[in-house]
């Protein structure tokens, strides 16, 4: 069965735009969560849906939000970019309630931001 | 404040050496411990999952422990194919707040 889906692959940005990220979980995974991967701070959780509603947060700006929808595709958007917000955002998703099974990843959208 | 502490950051391996990868942890209200594998350019892939301390999980050549304050992934007799970045991660909390949060990794080089 297909995988978890994100799009675009890679993206460069320029400073003050804004970006959104796309993510296509497995089929019927109702959970979907978000993380940052940088080399200096590795994994960094972003956020977690489960049924179109946000379970968690983590301890990002509020420049960067999320959604889920009813199919339980995700999206998450950047406002006014910095550079320090170059890294490779990475998508999750799991079929149990909080990822307690796992979560599958996907492979990750590279966003430059110059 | 959760922490997870994976040590040692890189691990270099004749093929076929055994050795462990140590993940400790500090947080309230464990909820499970997972060890993932990750691939340069690849996202995460999943391994196991360790839900109470005494558990063990295993996988071809891979054997993960728990204890209450830390975790082990034993590797045996590794393969060059066994070459990537190990990360551990916990998830922790109670009622509607939990949350997941990652270790650093350790960079396993496995040579021929």
């Known amino acids: 069965k297909a995988g978890v889906t994100q799009t675009p692959r890679y993206l460069i940005k320029t400073r003050g735009q804004q970006v959104t990220l796309s993510c296509s979980p497995i089929?019927?995974?109702?959970?979907v969560s978000w993380y940052q991967q940088t080399p200096g701070q590795g994994l960094q959780f972003l956020f977690e849906?489960?049924?179109?509603?946000?379970?968690n947060k983590g301890n990002f700006p509020g420049r960067f939000s999320g959604r889920q929808f009813s199919n339980s595709r995700s999206e998450m958007n950047v406002s006014t970019l910095e550079l320090g917000d170059s890294a490779l955002y990475l998508c999750?998703?799991?079929?149990?309630?909080?990822?307690?099974?796992?979560?599958?990843f996907g492979s990750g959208t590279r966003l430059t931001v110059v | 404040e959760d922490q997870v502490t994976q040590s040692p950051e890189a691990l270099r391996l004749q093929e076929g050496e055994s050795s462990s990868l140590n993940c400790s942890y500090t947080?309230?209200?464990?909820?499970?411990l997972f060890w993932y594998r990750q691939d340069p350019g690849k996202g995460p892939e999943f391994l196991f999952t360790?839900?109470?301390a005494g558990e063990e999980k295993e996988k071809e050549r891979l054997k993960a422990t728990l204890t209450k304050k830390e975790s082990f992934l034993h590797i045996t007799a590794p393969k060059p194919e066994d070459s990537a970045t190990y990360l551990c991660?916990?998830?922790?909390?109670?009622?509607?707040?939990?949350?997941?949060?990652f270790g650093t990794g350790t960079k396993l080089q496995v040579i021929p």
């Open positions: 999750a998703s799991s079929l149990e309630d909080r990822g307690i099974g796992g979560y599958t």
């Open positions: 089929s019927g995974h109702r959970s």
């Open positions: 849906y489960f049924s179109e509603t946000q379970r």
């Open positions: 947080v309230s209200g464990l909820r499970g």
């Open positions: 360790l839900y109470s």
């Open positions: 991660a916990v998830q922790a909390g109670s009622g509607g707040y939990q949350k997941v949060t």
